[in-house]
């Protein structure tokens, strides 16, 4: 289990990271959201000892990355793909990991094989593999130890349709044989398949956290009409909430409710449904519209 308690981390007078709590369980895919400078990837590094903390603490099973004897074998950590050394092939990569962990040399062939790079891809140089195969590579690395909990930042970017699905199959897989998955990724659709529990951070600071069924089931009634300015005075009337999304109404009502107001308005709806079915996008995007910062490295 990964647990942080009241994490903050400043540089200077800017705050990254702002007591942050959550938990991410076994058995369990997290998926971590936010836009770009929201302060995943500073959380996430320390979370795996690479960046100090400010204040507060991130536990992996009840203990520091830092004071894990060999942290492979219980964390398998994917912050960045292209961070691998652009000289060495990618069996020499998974080589050397092997002989740190102290794991048999036939754990190379197996991550090899489970991450579908051919014995020709892994005797090339990593400078010359595309973002995918280096993905996959670095899962391969995460993996090889067979550790309890995974910490990835991204592992889908750069794959291709067909490598997005072996992603979410793989990951599904893990945490379904009990291991523990912090997954953040800007795929909003790709965590809403795979994910079980959602944490959103924007500016530093958690908006929402979660079951994804929870959050996703607080959104409402999504509603579309070719008369959207009465559908809207007919909801004002009625006393209820709503919000304007890119081409439908949000209602913080039932439908049965929404439905029975735009009746008697006389309202023809072209589409009327509990908005949980509008998916993940619409709820970050409302979550973190105070907190979009786009271009700026989280």
Do not use: C
Request: glycine share 12%; net charge negative.
């Amino acid at each position: 289990m990964i647990t942080v308690d009241s994490l903050t981390k400043r540089y200077g007078g800017f705050t990254a990271v702002d007591d942050v709590s959550f938990t991410a369980r076994p058995g369990r895919v997290t998926g971590f959201l936010g836009p770009n400078g929201a302060g995943k990837s500073t959380t996430m590094r320390i979370m795996v000892g690479l960046t100090p903390a400010t204040s507060g603490t991130a536990e992996v099973s009840g203990r520091r990355f830092a004071d894990l004897p060999n942290p492979g074998l219980e964390v398998g950590v994917l912050l960045d793909a292209s961070a691998q050394h652009a000289g060495r092939t990618g069996r020499e990569i998974l080589t050397i990991a092997q002989r740190t962990m102290g794991l048999p040399r036939h754990r190379v062939d197996e991550m090899l094989d489970r991450v579908s790079l051919t014995p020709t891809e892994a005797g090339r140089r990593v400078r010359n593999y595309s973002l995918g195969m280096r993905q996959r590579l670095g899962i391969a690395t995460a993996l090889l130890g067979e550790p309890e909990v995974l910490i990835l930042d991204e592992p889908a970017n750069g794959l291709d349709p067909a490598g997005i699905r072996w992603m979410r199959d793989l990951l599904r897989g893990y945490a379904d044989q009990g291991g523990t998955v912090l997954l953040s990724s800007h795929l909003l659709h790709e965590i809403e398949v795979i994910a079980d529990d959602l944490v959103v951070i924007g500016q530093g600071r958690i908006v929402a956290q979660g079951t994804k069924a929870e959050l996703l089931a607080s959104a409402g009634t999504l509603v579309r009409t070719r008369d959207v300015p009465a559908l809207a005075d007919a909801l004002a009337a009625a006393g209820l909430t709503f919000s304007h999304l890119t081409d439908a109404l949000r209602v913080e009502a039932d439908p049965d409710v929404v439905g029975q107001v735009a009746l008697g308005a006389g309202v023809a709806l072209t589409e009327l449904r509990a908005a949980d079915g509008a998916g993940l996008e619409e709820m970050f995007l409302e979550l973190t519209a105070e907190t979009q910062r786009e271009g700026v490295a989280a």
